[in-house]
């Protein structure tokens, strides 16, 4: 009896700690604490970060930044300006964020605690759009090569350490007078951008939501980055077939700037106005009617035949949708004449980033 007890005992405690491992692997994810966020110039990368910090600052224990590893070019740029800190700041002061360089990127973690308990931790990237289409296997290869020599590394224990912050901090503290070559700092960042995407768990792919306003240019433009989008994703994933995709890999499609949409898009104002908000901060981002103004953005995508065309390419895998907005209060510049086409920024008030947090968990 006392042996079926100790053995019943200690089956009870195996069977908890798999799945305990189990609850944290699928809380956590596998690799999911890297999350890689992909976009072309002013889709919003920058904003899309700070949204995040906010929050998980105000929603998760002990949410905070640990203010981000810069890598820059520039000798007369110390980075201080793509710190998380100084970013905010330059939010409350009404500014408006300017763009990543070609010679800048940092690599933000992002730490709370789920439940008060399960600790977790997003590793970011922020980069110089003009680079989104230049993720491939071949630039990855040769960027390595390139750099290899200078490092006095091989190019295995590259690709081995490539992606990680602990990287950068090592080329940043050992190789600081190298980054001031324009190529090398191209291949850094290169190798740094597909290495993490490569080891994410989740990535995070932007629709600018300021092209969504019906006009022909802007449906060209995004018609152009779905495209980017599928050749990325396909060179990804072996380039093949996509039944081959990692299933551990998560794909979503998150619209941004969707304050901008309801003064810039008819159809999106008239769908708010409707339910009763005269702005996008007056829609409850748990409520149904956030949902549905999702659903009508989608629907608004789903006229251009490229988006089309990598929904279906995604459905294949694993593909999530969500619209989100970094300040949801945002208005318009008011000028003598009316207001002015650039949206005027008030703080942090994200709005739908808790289904983004749903992704990334």
Do not use: C
Request: proline letters at 3%; glycine letters at 8%; charged letters at 25%.
């Amino acid at each position: 009896m006392i042996l079926q007890n100790v053995f019943v005992f200690g089956t009870d405690i195996v069977i908890s700690l798999v799945l305990y491992w189990l609850a944290i692997r699928i809380t956590i994810g596998a690799r999911a604490s890297e999350i890689f966020i992909f976009g072309p110039r002013s889709s919003g990368k920058t904003y899309f970060v700070l949204g995040l910090w906010g929050y998980i600052s105000e929603h998760f224990e002990k949410g905070h930044s640990n203010e981000g590893v810069v890598l820059t070019g520039d000798p007369n740029d110390d980075g201080e300006d793509l710190r998380i800190s100084n970013l905010y700041a330059n939010v409350l002061d009404g500014q408006i964020l300017s763009r990543t360089y070609r010679y800048q990127m940092v690599m933000y973690q992002l730490t709370g605690k789920k439940f008060g308990i399960i600790p977790v931790k997003w590793t970011v990237v922020d980069y110089a759009g003009e680079y989104y289409d230049e993720l491939n296997e071949v630039n990855y290869t040769r960027a390595i090569n390139q750099i290899a020599p200078a490092l006095g590394m091989h190019p295995n224990d590259i690709r081995r350490r490539a992606g990680t912050i602990d990287f950068v901090k090592y080329i940043k503290l050992n190789f600081r007078d190298m980054l001031v070559d324009p190529e090398f700092t191209k291949s850094v960042i290169l190798i740094t951008m597909y290495g993490n995407f490569l080891r994410a768990g989740k990535v995070i792919f932007l629709i600018d939501g300021e092209k969504i306003t019906g006009s022909r240019k802007g449906q060209a433009q995004l018609a152009r980055e779905f495209g980017g989008y599928m050749k990325t994703l396909i060179d990804l994933e072996n380039r093949q077939n996509m039944r081959f995709f990692n299933p551990n890999k998560k794909y979503a499609l998150a619209v941004t700037k969707t304050d901008l949409l309801f003064w810039k898009n008819k159809e999106i104002r008239n769908q708010i106005l409707s339910m009763g908000a005269e702005k996008l901060s007056g829609i409850d981002y748990h409520s149904r009617n956030a949902s549905e103004i999702e659903k009508k953005i989608f629907s608004i995508l789903s006229a251009n035949t490229v988006f089309r065309n990598l929904v279906n390419m995604m459905n294949d895998i694993s593909m999530y949708f969500v619209a989100v907005s970094v300040d949801a209060t945002a208005e318009p510049f008011p000028t003598e004449e009316g207001f002015e086409d650039e949206i005027a920024l008030k703080g942090l008030a994200p709005w739908r980033f808790t289904e983004t947090i749903k992704f990334g968990l």
